[in-house]
């Protein structure tokens, strides 16, 4: 009943955030802050009708290092609520063309100034890549980007694509690394508290003086370190469930002693 409930909730938070954010988006189209502001208006209430608690450790420059390329893994349809509570000003994202077809949400993705990809048409693709590289470039601007290119549902870090990348090498930019717990495997939606989260910013990695032959290692050792990261999250989330599991545990047995 509680899930139900949440799931009526947040639809229609869904379309009253959209409805909103169009008009910010029509206020002041394509405005790279936009992105910022819509994500906090689609976080912020779901998380309090998700109960999700979450807890960020961020770093002291994260909303401050930019230009760069944000990469961070891909869970499911709710990071856009838990990742949105820390997008940093004056970032877009990468999104594939299809989102546009969504109602509300794609035409205020497209007018946040978010970037939208033909993934089925090369060319085009290369070329928006190109464009995001000279926004890196010339604007003052971040990209935000899953480099696993699909959502992982939980099940590990996905290989990353190069797409990323190649943008942070051609731009000399900077990659920061962003890892969330796995939340989707252990989020009880139909309990009162639907469990804990975690988000760490990793140092940034520097690609200056890197090339296209660096690219393989550089994406090797982004993978390796957040992976290892979010496997840390997850034993110091399973680690704190315990004591409470045990307490509960030792409740019941003294009930049924008594």
């Not at 893994?73 to 609520?81: A, K, P, R």
């Not at 003052?140 to 694509?161: H, Y």
């Not at 939606?189 to 140092?203: E, F, K, N, T």
Request: aromatic fraction near 8%; include cysteine.
């Amino acid at each position: 009943m509680l899930f139900v409930l949440r799931m009526l909730l947040m639809a229609v938070h869904f379309v009253v955030v959209g409805a909103l954010g169009l008009i910010l988006g029509l206020c002041r189209p394509f405005n790279p802050d936009n992105s910022r502001l819509c994500a906090r208006f689609y976080a912020l209430p779901a998380m309090w009708i998700l109960r999700l608690r979450l807890k960020a450790e961020m770093g002291a420059n994260f909303d401050k290092s930019r230009p760069c390329v944000i990469v961070a893994n891909h869970q499911s349809n709710y990071d856009l609520f838990i990742l949105g509570n820390i997008v940093p000003p004056r970032t877009v994202c990468i999104g594939k063309k299809s989102l546009k077809w969504v109602p509300f949400f794609g035409q205020l993705f497209w007018l946040a100034g978010n970037v939208l990809i033909d993934r089925g048409n090369p060319l085009r693709a290369r070329l928006s890549i190109r464009k995001t590289t000279e926004t890196l470039q010339r604007k003052d601007t971040s990209i935000w980007v899953f480099p696993e290119g699909t959502r992982n549902l939980g099940k590990g870090l996905l290989p990353f694509k190069r797409g990323a990348f190649q943008m942070a090498v051609d731009a000399g930019v900077p990659i920061i690394p962003v890892c969330v717990s796995t939340y989707v495997r252990d989020m009880r939606l139909d309990a009162w508290d639907s469990g804990q989260v975690m988000i760490r910013a990793l140092p940034a990695i520097s690609t200056t003086r890197l090339t296209d032959a660096d690219i393989h290692d550089l994406i090797a050792q982004c993978h390796s370190q957040m992976k290892a990261c979010i496997e840390q999250m997850d034993g110091q989330l399973q680690t704190r469930s315990q004591p409470s599991q045990t307490a509960a545990e030792q409740v019941a047995q003294n009930t049924r002693t008594h």
